[in-house]
């Protein structure tokens, strides 16, 4: 069973940076598929970031460069370096984990078999 903890959310005003973290447990991390998803109220939940267990990664149109995701497999953690904030990144945004494969699908949506973390609150505002 994997277990997620995500951290780092907040308030930040638009322009700033945040950057959000994920410890992962109960699975060998460096053998983990993960990401990043996000979800506003009324919205369904979307893709930002994902990085496969090659390193390969894939980020959202939206973000125009804005956003990168990494990892540091000794602290068992995974990171999302949020830039250029603007008020529509606003969201609850969650870390997703999965053993045998990437977190969201080829269409870039997620994977119903994913392992989640419980959320951080994003908020983007003057």
């Known amino acids: 069973q994997v277990q997620l903890v995500e951290s780092g959310g907040g308030s930040v005003q638009p322009g700033g940076s945040l950057r959000l973290s994920c410890v992962a447990s109960?699975?060998?991390?460096?053998?983990?598929?993960m990401g990043w998803f996000r979800q506003a109220p009324g919205k369904e939940r979307e893709a930002v970031a994902t990085?496969?267990?090659?390193?390969?990664?894939r980020y959202a149109d939206f973000l125009a460069g804005r956003f990168t995701v990494s990892k540091d497999n000794a602290k068992k953690t995974l990171y999302l370096q949020m830039n250029s904030l603007k008020p529509e990144d606003s969201a609850m945004y969650y870390c997703?984990?999965?053993?045998?494969?990437?977190?969201?699908?080829?269409?870039?949506?997620?994977?119903?078999?994913?392992?989640w973390g419980q959320g951080t609150q994003v908020t983007v505002s003057s």
């Open positions: 997703a984990a999965r053993s045998f494969g990437p977190v969201a699908s080829p269409d870039f949506h997620p994977q119903p078999t994913n392992y």
């Open positions: 109960g699975y060998t991390f460096s053998r983990l598929y």
């Open positions: 990085l496969d267990t090659d390193g390969e990664t």
